[in-house]
């Protein structure tokens, strides 16, 4: 296996849960083979606490995370992405900026959890569902031969991870 650490975006509106929660998970269960970042393109400007929840519950402590631009990711001096995934519907519509290097990108749809109503039992179990199909996917993206594939290859791989037929 190579020795490269894959960097990995997920991008969302508001960046403040379904990226959050798949930046965490990946970094958290990623060893050492990827590095994952999120942003988005009107970050919230705080993580939603519900989403912390949902990632401390599985196990995962980063007290790193923050809702952040895309506009990070577009600078210069930024890392340079291998994949750049989007993780809701309204980011996956949004004209985004350049990204150096050409990665590989994708749209993995998830239900917004922060648009649950009702009372906390309600909105705890809307974050913990889609916080277990964040993992299921990024289970099935870490198993994936990322070395042995090209671009064209890796793009029908996430395409079927998220539920689109290439």
């Known amino acids: 296996m190579s020795d490269k650490a894959y960097n990995v975006l997920f991008l969302c509106t508001g960046n403040s ?5 798949a930046e965490a998970l990946l970094n958290g269960d990623g060893t050492g083979r990827f590095r994952a970042y999120s942003a988005g393109s009107h970050p919230a400007g705080a993580v939603n606490p ?5 990632i401390q519950a599985i196990g995962h402590t980063q007290p790193d995370l923050r809702s952040k631009s895309w506009d990070e990711f577009a600078a210069a001096d930024a890392p340079e992405m291998d994949f750049v995934i989007t993780v809701c519907d309204k980011a996956a519509g949004e004209v985004c900026p350049f990204w150096p290097g050409q990665p590989v990108t994708a749209h ?16 705890r179990q809307a974050f913990a569902t889609v916080c277990r199909e964040i993992k299921t996917r990024l ?9 042995k594939l090209d671009k064209l290859a890796l793009r029908r791989e996430l395409a079927k991870i998220g539920g689109v037929q290439p």
Do not use: H, K, N
């Open 50 to 54: 519900y989403a912390l929840e949902q």
């Open 108 to 123: 993995w749809g998830f239900r917004d959890p922060a648009a649950v109503t009702g009372g906390a039992d309600e909105i």
């Open 17 to 21: 849960a379904r990226s959050i929660m």
């Open 139 to 147: 289970d099935i993206f870490r198993s994936l031969p990322i070395e």
